[in-house]
């Protein structure tokens, strides 16, 4: 984790207190966005809902830069059938104005290492197919093109693909 450190990066589970920014930032892309496939903005409950399951696997992380928000980083379930257990969806949210700095592939590589201490074997990452900063965060990682869904969600009037990624880490 050097290079984490290094990067002056931490990367502590999400408390109630974070809850109103990581809202923020979530619904940011919500609205201006097809990084996320909801059309309407969440509410803190949603939000509550979403990243304080209380299960010790499929966890939520704050990506803190000094003790500010630069965004969030989070493994959910893949599937909810117990055969997928061994496998993890992840998703990486910076704050606007964040990317393009390194905090994605920190982040990246933290829970990459955190999966691993979890003994996750798969790690899946499902992006929009036009979010290429996300796919080439991806590519660049060691993840692979695993699925292509056409035409899959619409959004903002207008018919959107999605690709997933996967990278077996254990």
Same mark, same amino acid.
């Given at each position: 984790?050097?290079?984490?450190?290094?990067?002056? #990066?931490?990367?502590?589970?999400?408390?109630?207190?974070?809850?109103?920014?990581?809202?923020?930032?979530?619904?940011? =892309?919500?609205?201006n966005t097809t990084v996320s496939f909801h059309?309407?903005?969440?509410? #803190?409950?949603?939000?509550?809902?979403?990243? $304080?399951?209380?299960?010790?696997?499929?966890?939520?992380?704050?990506?803190?830069?000094?003790?500010? $928000? +630069?965004? =969030?980083? *989070?493994?959910?379930?893949?599937?909810?059938? +117990? /055969?997928?257990?061994?496998?993890?969806?992840?998703?990486?949210? $910076?704050?606007?104005?964040?990317?393009? &700095?390194?905090?994605?592939?920190? /982040? #990246?590589?933290?829970?990459?290492?955190?999966?691993?201490? *979890?003994?996750?074997?798969?790690?899946? /990452?499902?992006?929009?197919?036009?979010?290429?900063?996300? $796919?080439? #965060?991806?590519?660049?990682? %060691? =993840?692979? +093109?695993?699925?292509?869904?056409?035409?899959?969600?619409?959004?903002?009037?207008?018919?959107?693909?999605? /690709?997933? =990624? &996967?990278?077996?880490? %254990?």
């Amino acid at each position: 984790m050097s290079d984490i450190t290094a990067s002056g #990066l931490s990367f502590p589970e999400i408390k109630e207190e974070h809850l109103p920014e990581v809202l923020d930032i979530y619904n940011y =892309y919500v609205l201006n966005t097809t990084v996320s496939f909801h059309t309407e903005p969440l509410s #803190l409950a949603d939000m509550r809902n979403a990243v $304080l399951n209380g299960d010790v696997r499929f966890k939520s992380y704050a990506i803190l830069r000094e003790d500010e $928000l +630069q965004g =969030y980083v *989070l493994i959910t379930r893949h599937k909810n059938k +117990q /055969a997928y257990d061994a496998s993890g969806e992840i998703t990486i949210y $910076l704050k606007p104005g964040c990317s393009g &700095q390194g905090i994605g592939g920190s /982040a #990246l590589r933290f829970i990459e290492e955190r999966a691993v201490e *979890l003994e996750f074997h798969v790690l899946v /990452a499902t992006v929009c197919a036009e979010n290429e900063s996300s $796919l080439k #965060l991806f590519r660049k990682n %060691g =993840y692979e +093109q695993s699925a292509y869904f056409k035409e899959i969600g619409t959004k903002f009037g207008r018919r959107l693909d999605i /690709a997933s =990624y &996967q990278k077996i880490i %254990g």
